[in-house]
Each structure stands twice: as C-alpha cells, then as structure tokens.
C-alpha cells in the first residue's frame, strides 16, 4: 500500500506529523480488516466460522474507532470535521452545504496550514 511509505524525506517532517501518519494508516489497515472479516463471514458456510469472523469484525471495528479518536484529539482540523458530520440524523449533504455556509471546521485550529481552519472547500466551486 502506497500510503504506508512517506512522501517527504523523514527528517523534514515534525514528530506531529509522523505520529499521525502512524495512526493514518493503522487506521486504514484496521478498515481493511473489516472489509476483509465482512466478505469472509458473508461467504462462509459454516455458522460457527460465520459468527468468528464477525466476532473478529467487531474487534476490529473498536480498533478503528479508537484510532480515530486519536486522530480527533490530536488534529483539531480534523477534529472540526468529525464534530460536523458525525452522529447528525439528517442529510449528509445538507449538513456539508450548512458547514460551507457556515464556515467548515468550527473549533478547528485557527493555525492549521489548510484551508479548511478558514472555512474554505471546494463547495462553492462545484456550482460553477
């Protein structure tokens, strides 16, 4: 998996960086368990195996949900975007065009490097 590699020379990158990184990508291996654990389940024939593997399914899910706890706690860009879209009972769309509107990312970092910290998407472009 391409991700799993640095981009950029390790050196240039702070610690920060590299720890999320590290959380990025065990992240994706734990959701690549779970994809895994789902198809194996859904294909086995025998409900013992069956009820393993999701079992197993689970296990992962609370790995993934761990990390991406982390990521929350320590990226408060990211941490902004979670706040904004997760656990909503609407549309996901409609809450992303109230975000735009709003400015994305409240209570993100005023000192991130992206955009997003300054309420910036591609949403308003998409109408051109």
Do not use: C
Not at 9 to 28: D, G
């Amino acid at each position: 998996m391409s991700s799993e590699n640095l981009h950029a020379p390790r050196e240039r990158l702070s610690q920060q960086t590299l720890n999320l990184h590290f959380a990025i990508v065990s992240l994706m291996e734990e959701l690549d368990a779970i994809d895994w654990y789902r198809q194996r389940a859904d294909d086995a024939e025998d409900e013992t195996l069956k009820e393993l593997l999701l079992h197993n399914m689970r296990e992962e899910m609370e790995h993934a949900s761990m990390l991406l706890e982390w990521i929350r706690r320590h990226d408060s860009d990211f941490g902004g975007f979670l706040k904004t879209y997760l656990f909503t009972e609407g549309s996901i769309l409609k809450e992303e065009q109230a975000a735009t509107s709003r400015g994305v990312a409240e209570g993100g970092s005023d000192t991130s490097q992206s955009g997003a910290a300054r309420g910036f998407t591609v949403g308003p472009l998409r109408d051109r």
